[in-house]
C-alpha cells in the first residue's frame, strides 16, 4: 500500500479536462512539495510537474498541479490521446521513522 | 545530452545478493543527489534509496534497511547499489534517477536493469 493515494484509474474523452488527485499526510504533502510524474509503459518516467505546480520546458501548459493542505490534483485540459499514461504525485516524507521518497499508487488514464 | 545508464541486473535466488550500477554522463554528477527507484512487474514506482552528492548522507525505504547499501564513486560518474538477502518481493526493475538542484523532483532517469528473485 502506498504512503500517498491516487485513484487507479481515470477516464476522459478527447478534449475533455481530467482530474487526478493524490492525498497524503503532514509529513509528505502538508509540508514538502509535490511532483508529478508521467510514464507510458515500457518508458521511463517523465516529469511533468515539480513543486506543486511548475512545468518543466516542454511540458505543454495543457498539465497543470495544485496543492491544498495534505492533498494534491493533477489537471490534464484538452485531453489528447498521447496523454494515456500511467501518472504518479510523489513528495518528500519527513517521517520519524525514516525520510525518504514517497510515490502514490499510480492512476492510469485512459482516453476514450 | 543525459545520460544514465543502468546494468547488474539478473536472476538471483532469495537469500542472494546483486549489485548494481548507474553510470552517468552529460553533466556533473558529483553535484547532484542520486536514487534508486524500483518498478515490480506491473506495479507502482517505490523510492528505494538515495545518496548525496559527497556521500555524506544516504535514505533508504524501511523495506531495504539493513540489507541494501547506496554508494557512489564521483570519480567513475557511477551509482551503485549493493543487493544482499534478496527476497522474490524485491523482484522489479530497478532505475536510478538524478534528483534536480533546485527541488525540481526526478528530472532524469535511466532506462532501468531487471532484477528477478526466484524463491
Known amino acids: 500500500q502506498s504512503v500517498l493515494t491516487q485513484p487507479p484509474s481515470a477516464s476522459g474523452t478527447p478534449g475533455q479536462r481530467v482530474t487526478i488527485s493524490c492525498s497524503g499526510s503532514?509529513?509528505?504533502?502538508?509540508?514538502?512539495?509535490v511532483y508529478w510524474y508521467q510514464q507510458v509503459p515500457g518508458m521511463a518516467p517523465k516529469l511533468l510537474i515539480y513543486k506543486n505546480n511548475q512545468r518543466p520546458s516542454g511540458v505543454p501548459d495543457r498539465f497543470s498541479g495544485s496543492k491544498s493542505g495534505t492533498s494534491a490534483s493533477l489537471a490534464i485540459s484538452g485531453l489528447r490521446s498521447e496523454d494515456e499514461a500511467d501518472y504518479y504525485c510523489a513528495a518528500w516524507d519527513d517521517s520519524l521513522s525514516g525520510p525518504g521518497w514517497v510515490f502514490g499508487g499510480g492512476t492510469k488514464l485512459t482516453v476514450l | 545530452e543525459v545520460q544514465l545508464v543502468e546494468s547488474g541486473g539478473g536472476l538471483v535466488q532469495a537469500g542472494g545478493s546483486l549489485r548494481l550500477s548507474c553510470t552517468a554522463s552529460?553533466?556533473?554528477?558529483?553535484?547532484?543527489?542520486m536514487s534508486w527507484v524500483r518498478q515490480a512487474p506491473g506495479k507502482g514506482l517505490e523510492w528505494v534509496a538515495n545518496?548525496?552528492?559527497?556521500?555524506?548522507?544516504?535514505f533508504y525505504v524501511d523495506s531495504v534497511k539493513g540489507r541494501f547499501t547506496v554508494s557512489r564513486d564521483n570519480a567513475k560518474n557511477s551509482l551503485y547499489l549493493e543487493m544482499n538477502s534478496l527476497r522474490a518481493e524485491d523482484t522489479a526493475v530497478y532505475s536510478c534517477a538524478r534528483e534536480n538542484k533546485e527541488a525540481a523532483g526526478f528530472d532524469f532517469w535511466g532506462q532501468g536493469t531487471l532484477v528477478t528473485v526466484s524463491s
Open positions: 552529460g553533466f556533473t554528477f558529483s553535484n547532484y543527489w
Open positions: 503532514s509529513s509528505n504533502i502538508g509540508r514538502n512539495y
Open positions: 545518496i548525496k552528492q559527497d556521500r555524506s548522507q544516504k
